[in-house]
C-alpha cells in the first residue's frame, strides 16, 4: 500500500480534476484514471480483504505492520473489522473503531491532515490516509447499502473534522501529545457532539438492518466508484439528493 507523498499526490490530483469544470468528459475520465486514487482505494480494500479472509476462513492470526504502524497499519486493521465485525458497522461500535484504531493507535492526525488538498503548500508529512479509509467504508455502504447503520453524511461529517474542527477529537498526532496538551479538559468531543438526540439521528441510515454475516466488497474495477458525494459537493448541487434521502426516511418511519 502507497503512503506518504504519493497518495498526496494523488489526492492533489484528484480534487485539480473534480474542480475543473472546463475539462471535457474524455479528459476528466483521463485525469481520474492518471490521479490513480480509485487504484489506492482498490489496494486498500484488497489488502483488508486479504486480513479478514485470513482471519475468517483460515482461522489465522494475522500480523499487519506498515513502516510506523500507524498509517497503512491502521488502514488495514480497521477495514478487516468492519468487514468483519457487526458491530463494528453500527454508529456506537464505528465511533469506538475509530477511538481504537486510529485515535488511540497514535495515527498523526496533525501531520497527516495539516491542509487540505486544495491548498498551494505541499508540506512533506501529509497524507490522506484516514479519508482513504472513509473512502473504502463509503465503497463498502454503497455495496452493502442495508448493513451499515450510518449513512455518508457521517463520513463528510469525520472528513470534515479531520482537517478543520471545533472539537479536540482530531487533534495532536498521538495520546501523549493529546495528553500533554490536555486536550480533553479544554475542547470538547465530536462524539458527545453527533451522540446527542437532536443531532445523531441526521447519521443513521434509515434503511439499516442488522447483518450479521461478513461482507466480502467486490475490487473489480467496475465496482469501484468516485466518491462523488465529497470530491464534488462543491460543484454538483446536493438538493435533489437530500430530497430523495428525506423521502426515504419519512417512508421508512411510516412502515
Same mark, same amino acid.
Given at each position: 500500500l502507497?503512503?506518504?507523498?504519493?497518495l498526496? /499526490?494523488?489526492?492533489?490530483?484528484l480534487?485539480e480534476?473534480?474542480? +475543473?469544470?472546463?475539462?471535457s468528459?474524455d479528459?476528466?475520465?483521463g485525469r481520474?484514471?492518471?490521479?490513480?486514487?480509485l487504484?489506492h482505494?482498490?489496494?486498500?480494500?484488497?489488502t483488508?480483504?486479504?486480513?479478514a479472509?485470513?482471519? +475468517?476462513r /483460515?482461522?489465522?492470526?494475522?500480523?499487519?505492520?506498515?513502516?510506523?504502524?500507524? +498509517?497503512?497499519?491502521?488502514?488495514?486493521?480497521?477495514?478487516?473489522?468492519?468487514?468483519?465485525?457487526?458491530?463494528?458497522?453500527?454508529?456506537?461500535?464505528?465511533q469506538?473503531?475509530?477511538?481504537? /484504531?486510529w485515535?488511540?493507535?497514535g495515527?498523526?492526525?496533525h501531520?497527516?491532515?495539516?491542509?487540505s488538498?486544495?491548498?498551494?503548500?505541499?508540506?512533506?508529512q501529509e497524507?490522506?490516509?484516514f479519508?482513504?479509509?472513509? +473512502?473504502?467504508?463509503?465503497?463498502?455502504?454503497?455495496?452493502?447499502p442495508?448493513?451499515?447503520?450510518f449513512?455518508?453524511h457521517?463520513?463528510?461529517?469525520?472528513?470534515?473534522?479531520?482537517y478543520a474542527?471545533? !472539537?479536540g477529537t482530531?487533534?495532536?498526532?498521538s495520546?501523549?501529545?493529546?495528553?500533554?496538551c490536555?486536550?480533553?479538559e479544554?475542547?470538547?468531543?465530536?462524539?458527545?457532539?453527533l451522540?446527542?438526540p437532536?443531532?445523531k439521528h441526521?447519521?443513521?441510515?434509515?434503511? !439499516?438492518?442488522?447483518?450479521?454475516?461478513?461482507?466480502?466488497?467486490?475490487?473489480e474495477?467496475?465496482?469501484?466508484?468516485l466518491?462523488q458525494?465529497?470530491?464534488?459537493?462543491?460543484?454538483?448541487?446536493?438538493? !435533489?439528493?437530500?430530497e430523495?434521502? /428525506?423521502?426515504i426516511?419519512?417512508?421508512?418511519?411510516?412502515?
Open positions: 502507497r503512503r506518504g507523498r504519493p498526496q /499526490e494523488s489526492f492533489i490530483k480534487v480534476a473534480c474542480n +475543473d469544470p472546463s475539462l468528459m479528459r476528466w475520465l481520474l484514471e492518471s490521479s490513480r486514487w487504484s482505494v482498490k489496494a486498500a480494500l484488497s483488508a480483504c486479504l486480513a479472509q485470513c482471519m +475468517d /483460515e482461522e489465522s492470526h494475522v500480523l499487519v505492520h506498515g513502516a510506523e504502524g500507524t +498509517d497503512t497499519t491502521l488502514l488495514v486493521t480497521a477495514l478487516a473489522q468492519v468487514i468483519l465485525d457487526p458491530s463494528c458497522r453500527t454508529l456506537e461500535g464505528f469506538g473503531l475509530l477511538e481504537r /484504531e485515535i488511540q493507535s495515527h498523526p492526525f501531520l497527516r491532515c495539516a491542509r488538498a486544495s491548498s498551494h503548500a505541499r508540506l512533506k497524507a490522506p490516509l479519508l482513504l479509509f472513509l +473512502d473504502c467504508v463509503w465503497q463498502l455502504s454503497r455495496q452493502f442495508f448493513s451499515l447503520e449513512g455518508e457521517l463520513l463528510l461529517t469525520l472528513f470534515d473534522n479531520a474542527s471545533a !472539537y482530531f487533534l495532536c498526532n495520546e501523549k501529545e493529546r495528553s500533554l490536555k486536550v480533553k479544554s475542547t470538547h468531543s465530536l462524539w458527545a457532539w451522540n446527542q437532536e443531532e441526521k447519521f443513521l441510515n434509515p434503511l !439499516y438492518s442488522h447483518n450479521a454475516l461478513v461482507i466480502w466488497p467486490s475490487v474495477p467496475q465496482s469501484i466508484q466518491w458525494g465529497l470530491f464534488l459537493r462543491w460543484i454538483r448541487p446536493s438538493q !435533489y439528493l437530500d430523495a434521502w /428525506e423521502e426516511q419519512r417512508l421508512v418511519k411510516e412502515n
